[in-house]
């Protein structure tokens, strides 16, 4: 009899331990699951943290195209305006220089 009480704590013992076993197993596995999920929502956040800091760079490049249009626009034209005047100031001139350089003849 001792030996078969001997035999059951064996077995008893042996039965635990298997317990304890698929209990660690099923803990790292629900860990691990944990881990998953965590890091599936860190890598969210850190996408979303970068897509909003695109938006702002886009948005901020828009608003610099924006205020140099407003403000190269204006200056273009008014060069434009300038180099146009400049030449129907000087065209006539001009015309009389090149006039007179294909009728004078260096002999």
Request: proline fraction near 2%; charge should be negative; charged fraction near 30%.
């Amino acid at each position: 009899m001792d030996s078969q009480r001997g035999v059951q704590a064996i077995m008893q013992a042996h039965h635990q331990a298997q317990q304890i076993i698929s209990q660690a197993r099923e803990a790292k596995v629900e860990s691990m699951k944990r881990a998953r999920i965590e890091a599936a929502e860190v890598v969210a956040d850190y996408r979303h943290q970068k897509e909003q800091q695109l938006s702002a760079i886009i948005a901020d490049e828009e608003v610099w195209k924006q205020k140099f249009h407003e403000i190269g626009e204006p200056e273009t034209l008014a060069t434009v305006r300038r180099l146009q005047m400049q030449a129907e100031n000087n065209s006539k001139p001009v015309e009389e220089m090149l006039l007179k350089a294909v009728y004078t003849v260096d002999v």
